[in-house]
Structures are given as structure tokens and as C-alpha cells.
């Protein structure tokens, strides 16, 4: 098996370790019960609304002071994000947003299910579980190519696509794509440097280039859905995962991990993982390539 446990586990720092929520179990009119997830600035709780108990609702509980210090725009482009999101399926609905003087608070439908990273750990590293199929594996990326292209119809980007993003409904089969706190709702599809957020090794050589430039942002959204197909069928990190700067030198020079990787997965990997974003493959060229992507 490539990968393995201990390596995996260091993805993210633990947003519960700022957020005291010992006491917390109401926020606003809700019901909060068991923590579901946490990342960088947040943790999320499964939740229901005080005056209907039956109907299971996610919150995300973001830490304000956290957010401040380190992305101050993180709020506002979440809320932005899902008051701009019109019926997509695949996007858990967004009911309402408030705040606090510590916290910060969405309110979302539940999903009964863990993000991909996790279901791939447990299935494929733990034994916990039926191992994915290529099949399996090869749908979830066409699933959630599918919610980006309709994201993008609506003028919204998504801007870390990663695998903590990527929710997977082991009942149904469905995907369902979270976290915007660094997405762009933008017409013109474009952005400048300054105003990059994500996370190292799911963004393209020209986010980390000093340069006046703008970027496209599809190429955001492109090269991170690669990365998490790369990862899918390979457990291991096409850049590394062994720091933010070793990881930064590799993008920039597109130095990716190819040592025992099948060269159907190099060659569509090829089509992404290039300096030049004028030649990097749209996200409806990657679909395509995925589509023919033969598995057995």
C-alpha cells in the first residue's frame, strides 16, 4: 500500500484546539450535539433547529480571533459564497449565518458521511470498510468535477479544493463539496496574487510566483481536483507532504512524485501539473480526460 498512517494523519492543524467548546451546546435557536470534523479555523457539530428535532442540520463554528490574525477575508467569502450558490446539487444547503463576539456560526444541511481522505484511510490503511473500486474512485472525481462546473456556471470559485473538502455519502454514493472560505465569486474569472488564500500543494506554480499578473481561476480549481485525483488512486500526495516550503519548491518547478505511479494516471496528471497555465488542460478538458481514464 503507498502511503501510510502516520503520514497521513498530518493534514491539518485542529481548529478544537482554539475553539473552547466544553460548554457549548447551544448556539443561537440550535441544538448542538456531536462534533463531526475540524480544521483550520473551525470545528462542525451535527446540530437540529430547537423547534424541529427531527431534521439533522450541520453547524461550523469558526473562531473570529483565529480568522482575524490569519485570513480576515475567510468569513465574508464562505457567506458570500453560499448566498451566491443557487440549487446545486451536491452543495449542502446553506440555511443562515450569525455571529458572536467569539464565534462565528453557518448553519448547513447534515451529510451523513466523512470526507474522502478519511473514508480512503479507513477503507484502505485501517480495514474498516470495503475498499474503493477504481470504478468507485473514478466516480467521485466525475461527481465532483460535475458540482465545480456548475460552481463555475454561477461565477464561484472554489479556491481549496482539497480531500478535507470533498464530503462522501457511503449510503448513496453521492459527493457533496464544502468549505468556502476561500472561494472568489468573480464574472471575469480572474485574480491577483494579493488576494490568494488555499492550502500548499493544491495550488498551481503561478499562486506562489511574485508577479502583477492576474490568474485564471479555473487553474485553481483544476490543478486541485488533480491533485485530489492523483491522491485517490495513489494514497500519497503528488508534491509531498513533508512541509510548506520543500512543498512550494516542487510546485514551482512542477516536480511531482511519478516513482511507481501507473502512467495513465501520469499522463492525465502531465495535462495539469505544467508551469505554463496556458497549456494547462480546462476543467472541461480534465473531465473528459477522466471519463476515458480506463479502470477496470
Not at 491533485?227 to 512543498?247: A, C, E, L, R
Not at 516542487?250 to 496528471?269: A, G, M, S, T
Amino acid at each position: 500500500m503507498n502511503g501510510s498512517y502516520e503520514e497521513l494523519k498530518l493534514v491539518s492543524t485542529k481548529a478544537s484546539e482554539e475553539i473552547d467548546d466544553e460548554d457549548l451546546k447551544q448556539a443561537g435557536n440550535y441544538i448542538l450535539k456531536t462534533q463531526l470534523g475540524d480544521g483550520r479555523y473551525a470545528i462542525v457539530k451535527e446540530c437540529f433547529h430547537m423547534n424541529n428535532e427531527d431534521k439533522r442540520l450541520a453547524i461550523k463554528i469558526l473562531n473570529k480571533n483565529l480568522i482575524n490574525m490569519v485570513n480576515p477575508n475567510f468569513i465574508k467569502r464562505e457567506l458570500l459564497a453560499y448566498q451566491t450558490i443557487k440549487d446545486i446539487e451536491g452543495i449542502p444547503k446553506f440555511y443562515e449565518y450569525f455571529e458572536d463576539n467569539l464565534r462565528a456560526y453557518f448553519v448547513i444541511d447534515y451529510v451523513n458521511g466523512y470526507h474522502i481522505q478519511r473514508e480512503l484511510i479507513e477503507r484502505q490503511i485501517l480495514n474498516n470498510g470495503p475498499v474503493f473500486t477504481n470504478k468507485e474512485k473514478k466516480e467521485i472525481i466525475i461527481k465532483t468535477i460535475d458540482i465545480l462546473k456548475k460552481l463555475h456556471s454561477q461565477n464561484v470559485f472554489h479556491g481549496d479544493l482539497k480531500l478535507e473538502n470533498i464530503l462522501y455519502d457511503s449510503s448513496s454514493g453521492n459527493v457533496f463539496l464544502v468549505d468556502f472560505g476561500c472561494s472568489y465569486c468573480r464574472k471575469d474569472g480572474i485574480i491577483y496574487k494579493k488576494e490568494l488564500s488555499g492550502t500548499p500543494g493544491y495550488g498551481p506554480p503561478e499562486s506562489l510566483l511574485k508577479s502583477k499578473e492576474p490568474l485564471r481561476l479555473e487553474n485553481l480549481d483544476v490543478w486541485g481536483i488533480c491533485v485530489v485525483f492523483y491522491y485517490i488512486f495513489t494514497t500519497k500526495y503528488p508534491f509531498g507532504n513533508d512541509g510548506v516550503f520543500p512543498t512550494f519548491d516542487r510546485v514551482q518547478k512542477c516536480k511531482y512524485n511519478r516513482e511507481n505511479v501507473d502512467e495513465k494516471i501520469l499522463n492525465i496528471c502531465d495535462r495539469v501539473f505544467v508551469k505554463n497555465a496556458d497549456e494547462r488542460v480546462t476543467l472541461e478538458g480534465f473531465l473528459k480526460l477522466v471519463k476515458e481514464f480506463p479502470v477496470d
